[in-house]
């Protein structure tokens, strides 16, 4: 099988792939030196890692919650007592 230089789906990326994958694309953008192409592909590949590890965070705060709830507990964020 010979290694491809495409980057993986960001879809079927855990969330510390896509963090320290996100943590890179911001490292190499602040450092300068790339091409107008390269900068704007690193860019859009940087927004679809933030908006993976977006998506982990609120099925882990979806899970949570619902956790919380099926212990007894009624703690909520937003205050309001029917959440």
Do not use: F, I, K
């Amino acid at each position: 099988m010979v290694p491809s230089n495409e980057p993986p789906d960001v879809q079927a990326l855990g969330y510390e792939q896509a963090r320290d994958e996100l943590v890179e694309v911001v490292r190499r953008l602040e450092a300068g030196g790339t091409s107008l192409e390269e900068a704007l592909a690193l860019w859009e590949r940087g927004e679809a890692l933030a908006a993976r590890c977006q998506t982990w965070l609120d099925g882990a705060r979806d899970r949570l919650d619902a956790a919380r709830r099926s212990a007894g507990g009624q703690a909520t964020t937003t205050g309001d007592p029917e959440d």
